[in-house]
């Protein structure tokens, strides 16, 4: 099965700075990688398909790169509504695994 | 709009059984790929199975493989999880989602979770 390992597993910023978070695929999945947002409580919300596409209605703050193996999400200037935890997700094949999470908080 | 909302949660003691159920509205689940996720409290998220949108195929985690058995009734739009031998560690909130296409990766759409505790 193919793993996802994503880092960091939390980090601290301010509203308005530049987050970038990564997910490492253990095997490479070209560009079958999404990313979520998920708040406290609640479902997950779908960001990013393809690794880079973004879904309709969600913010250009948010931005997706890259393919094989490594994959970054970035947030540019972070929002109050942002803080939250992200999750990568593969689609190459089955399972379906989820990165471990990130979880951004408030500094 | 789409909707999906899972129901059949609840507490269950180790070894017994549970039938989740996510009725869908909005679309038809016979022709998307559809899957459960699972997250246990405090943890991450948790792909556990999927079926195939068009064809029969379906598909598990290591984890539930030979417990868990996914199914659909497309009479009533609705998918299910058959759940057996459950263990401690199968507590968890449970997702079901709607994948976007078969083309296009990722869910697009979830429903609120329906939380499984397995204890004594």
């Known amino acids: 099965a193919i793993q996802l390992t994503q880092s960091p597993s939390s980090l601290s910023a301010s509203v308005g700075d530049r987050v970038t978070i990564t997910c490492r695929a253990s095997?490479?999945?070209?560009?079958?990688l999404v990313w979520y947002q998920q708040k406290s409580g609640k479902a997950p919300k779908f960001l990013i398909y393809?690794?880079?596409s973004l879904e309709s209605g969600v913010p250009s703050r948010f931005s997706g790169s890259g393919s094989g193996t490594d994959f970054t999400l970035t947030i540019t200037s972070l929002q109050p509504e942002d803080f939250a935890t992200y999750f990568c997700q593969h689609f190459y094949d089955y399972p379906l695994t989820f990165g471990g999470g990130t979880k951004v908080q408030i500094k | 709009e789409v909707q999906l909302s899972e129901s059949g949660g609840g507490l269950v003691q180790p070894g017994g059984s549970l039938r989740l159920s996510c009725a869908a509205s909005?679309?038809?689940?016979?022709?998307?790929?559809m899957s459960w996720v699972r997250q246990a409290p405090g943890k991450g998220l948790e792909w556990v199975s999927a079926i195939g949108g068009s064809g029969p195929g379906t598909y598990y985690a290591d984890s539930v493989r030979g417990r868990f058995t996914i199914s659909r009734d497309t009479s009533n739009n609705t998918l299910y999880l058959h759940m057996n031998s459950l263990r401690a560690e199968d507590t968890a909130v449970y997702y079901c989602?709607?994948?976007?296409?078969?083309?296009?990766?990722?869910?697009?759409?979830w429903g609120q979770g329906t939380l499984v505790t397995v204890s004594s």
């Open positions: 909005g679309f038809a689940i016979s022709s998307y790929a």
């Open positions: 393809d690794a880079s």
């Open positions: 095997h490479d999945i070209s560009t079958t």
């Open positions: 989602a709607k994948r976007v296409s078969v083309l296009r990766s990722g869910f697009d759409s």
